[in-house]
């Protein structure tokens, strides 16, 4: 006759899988908590990594193709206040191939793709002195319509300018920097953001900016921004 486990037997038995259960449950929680520790801190360290990236590159792209403007008008590139900046830079530059006068709503140039309806355009002339900002509203061959009459005259061969506008800015109630282009929205770049400044010295055309993270990480970088001292 087999004799069958005893109640203490089973109570035993069921301890010791209760023990090594927990262990193992308490070991595999740790290790997911640990994975999923070092894939935040890799996806940290990729954000903060582009982040600065992608500041450093918009500050180098600042005055680009507009060199010549700011020669002759106080035409602004640069522009930062606490915890913000904004870069302005050209996308592709044209000539005019006929006479515009003051009041038109139209300018002639060649067309290509960074000319496009909604863009932003500068319109100047060095030797009239002149220039002003406008917008492509419509486009009809070689013609360029604009949202607003022209204030000045312009002979042919001034110059026409596609205008990008970047903008940084610190979210501090959502602890976020975040960025935006021309009429976009602010898009988040980084997060856990504590402090954002950035330091505008003129007389050498640079920048110095700074991220803070968690009020820990401080992130520096330095740049020259050589298409303004152009």
Not at 89 to 116: C, H, P, W
Request: proline share 2%.
């Amino acid at each position: 006759m087999i004799k069958g486990f005893s109640v203490l037997e089973v109570i035993i038995a069921l301890a010791i899988s209760l023990s090594v259960l927990t262990i193992v449950f308490t070991h595999v929680s740790e290790s997911a908590r640990h994975s999923k520790k070092i894939i935040t801190n890799q996806q940290r360290m990729e954000a903060i990594f582009h982040t600065m990236d992608m500041i450093r590159l918009d500050l180098t792209k600042c005055g680009m193709r507009l060199q010549e403007a700011s020669k002759f008008f106080s035409f602004p590139l640069f522009e930062n206040s606490t915890c913000s900046f904004k870069v302005i830079y050209g996308v592709e530059k044209e000539t005019l191939l006929a006479d515009s006068a003051s009041g038109e709503n139209t300018i002639t140039m060649n067309r290509n793709e960074f000319f496009q309806k909604r863009k932003k355009i500068v319109i100047y002339d060095q030797e009239k002195e002149v220039y002003e900002t406008n917008e492509i509203t419509g486009i009809n061959g070689n013609q360029f319509s604009l949202l607003n009459a022209l204030r000045n005259n312009y002979p042919k061969h001034s110059t026409a300018v596609v205008l990008n506008e970047v903008e940084y800015k610190l979210y501090s109630h959502q602890n976020a920097l975040k960025r935006k282009v021309n009429r976009g929205y602010f898009q988040p770049l980084i997060e856990d953001v504590s402090d954002f400044q950035v330091t505008f010295y003129p007389e050498s055309w640079s920048v110095l900016y700074m991220i803070e993270i968690n009020r820990k990480e401080q992130l520096r970088g330095y740049i020259f921004m050589t298409h303004m001292m152009e």
